[in-house]
């Protein structure tokens, strides 16, 4: 009985994960790709321009976050 329960615990483990993966991947790709932008500008170039390209990600982060947050606080029309 205790290993049932422990199966279904990881079977539903791997399903929260795999619907966070699912709900997320739009996002998780966006910023997978920005931090390889960001580490090829690091090995290309040197480290001023690394942290341009390092400030520059943070800001696009931050503004997406906020105009997300801003449109879901604005109740539906």
Request: charged letters at 15%.
């Amino acid at each position: 009985m205790i290993l049932d329960s422990r199966r279904y615990k990881q079977l539903n483990l791997l399903k929260v994960i795999g619907q966070f993966l699912g709900n997320n991947l739009v996002a998780i790709l966006f910023l997978i790709g920005l931090v390889l932008i960001n580490v090829a500008s690091y090995l290309q170039f040197d480290m001023v321009i690394g942290f341009i390209v390092t400030g520059v990600t943070l800001i696009l982060i931050a503004l997406i976050v906020q105009f997300e947050k801003a449109g879901a606080e604005q109740p539906p029309k």
